[in-house]
Structure formats: structure tokens, C-alpha cells
């Protein structure tokens, strides 16, 4: 099978890369590039957890071909924190004890980040709608909420 030529931005960082044709953005990110942050966990588009930022829009990176991708601007939650400073978002989650196992973690900050993004003092309605998308299993989903409004309140506080 011939290689395929795909150039994107990862969080910032050119790449390009030789994948097969067919390969999802998933494991082109996981496999080829490195990036371990989108999980891969029904492989199907239905839990969330391989969420992806692509050209301000969240996208599932196990249905999402890569080959789609060429010129595309990528944003996983490694590319969240900068200089080692994490993301409103992240520390929010840290704060409000968002996870436990962690596996749903990266989908659901992508779908809060979009959110946040288009919508930056959401009400618990629109913050329960952009996570529907993701399944967790061990959180109840109420600290996960709590977490992003008080990020939302905190860009909020900060861009006064």
C-alpha cells in the first residue's frame, strides 16, 4: 500500500508524517507522532475519549481519517498547558477532583475547551450539552460540570 503525505500543526508544532491511507487521526497522532493524550476507547465515535480540536472545532480523531487533515490546525490536551502552566481548564479539574481514572479526561477538556471557545460564560445547560458527547464512568459527571463553570468564571474574572 502506498504512503500517504499529511502535514499539519500539532499544538502549535508543524508535523508531517507518511501514513497509510485509511489511517484515522488517532492513531496517527498515537502511533506515528507520539501524542498519547487522545484515548482511544470505543473506536466507534460514541465515548468521547479521542476528542481532538481540529481548526476550532472538536472533532472525534477515531472517525476523522488523517489524510483529511493536511493544513489542519490540531489541538489535543497536550498542547492545553503552556511553559508548563496548565490550562484554566485543566487546573480547574485538578481543583475540582474532574477525574479519577482519567481516560474520559482528554475528550472532556477538548469539549470544554470548544464550549468555552464559542460560548465563554456558558450556563450549566450549554456545559451539559457540550459534554454530552462524552462518557465517563466514574465521576457522576457533577465535579466534571462544576469544573467548567468555575474555569468559564475564572476567564471570565481574568479578562475583566
Do not use: W
Not at 497509510?20 to 487522545?38: C, E, F, H, W
Not at 466514574?138 to 471570565?156: D, F, H, K, M, W
Amino acid at each position: 500500500m502506498a504512503k500517504i503525505p499529511v502535514q499539519f500543526m500539532l499544538n502549535g508544532a508543524e508535523k508531517a508524517e507518511f501514513i497509510d491511507s485509511g489511517t484515522t487521526l488517532l492513531n496517527a497522532l498515537r502511533d506515528k507522532i507520539g501524542d498519547t493524550s487522545p484515548k482511544g476507547g470505543c473506536h466507534q465515535g460514541t465515548c468521547g475519549a479521542c476528542s481532538v480540536i481540529i481548526d476550532g472545532e472538536l472533532r472525534l480523531s477515531c472517525l476523522t481519517l488523517a489524510e483529511t487533515c493536511n493544513g489542519a490546525a490540531i489541538t489535543t490536551t497536550s498542547g492545553l498547558s503552556q511553559g508548563g502552566v496548565l490550562h484554566p481548564l485543566q487546573r480547574a479539574f485538578l481543583d475540582a477532583f474532574a477525574t479519577q481514572c482519567g481516560f474520559c479526561t482528554p475528550g472532556m477538556l477538548m469539549a470544554a475547551k470548544v464550549l468555552l471557545d464559542h460560548t465563554p460564560d456558558p450556563s450549566r445547560d450549554e456545559v451539559v450539552e457540550a459534554l454530552s458527547g462524552n462518557i465517563c464512568r466514574c465521576t457522576g459527571y457533577e465535579p466534571i460540570i462544576q469544573a467548567v463553570l468555575t474555569a468559564a468564571r475564572s476567564n471570565s474574572q481574568n479578562a475583566a
